[in-house]
């Protein structure tokens, strides 16, 4: 059974960082693009950042550039979101999924916490 777990997340206060991770098992991990999204109260989903296998192109929500890192560890099929300069508006639950799209695959992480307040 495909399992994505994530980890990392917490409290936090303005202008701090965090690391989320999101190990993957029993999956082609290095076939997978790996993203991180987020949702907030009341909000819908919202991609934050995508790692993809091929080639490692990488995408990032505009309100994320400068600030979130996304990278992938393939030989430990992990997925990591480095977020640094944290503001109170990025508080959310931070989800983690891997996507296959040529042969439909989509799987989804259990989702972390990040709270950003002083």
């Known amino acids: 059974q495909v399992q994505l777990v994530e980890s990392g997340g917490g409290l936090v206060q303005p202008g701090g960082s965090l690391r989320l991770s999101c190990a993957a098992s029993?999956?082609?991990?290095?076939?997978?693009?790996m993203s991180w999204y987020r949702q907030a109260p009341g909000l819908e989903r919202e991609l934050v950042a995508s790692?993809?296998?091929?080639?490692?192109?990488?995408t990032y929500a505009d309100y994320v550039k400068g600030r979130f890192t996304i990278s992938r560890d393939n030989a430990k099929k992990t997925a990591y979101l480095q977020m640094n300069s944290l503001k109170p508006e990025d508080t959310a639950v931070y989800y983690c999924?891997?996507?296959?799209?040529?042969?439909?695959?989509?799987?989804w992480g259990q989702g972390t916490q990040v709270t950003v307040s002083s």
């Open positions: 999924n891997a996507r296959w799209p040529s042969v439909g695959l989509n799987y």
């Open positions: 029993q999956l082609s991990f290095r076939q997978y693009v």
């Open positions: 790692n993809a296998p091929i080639g490692g192109t990488i």
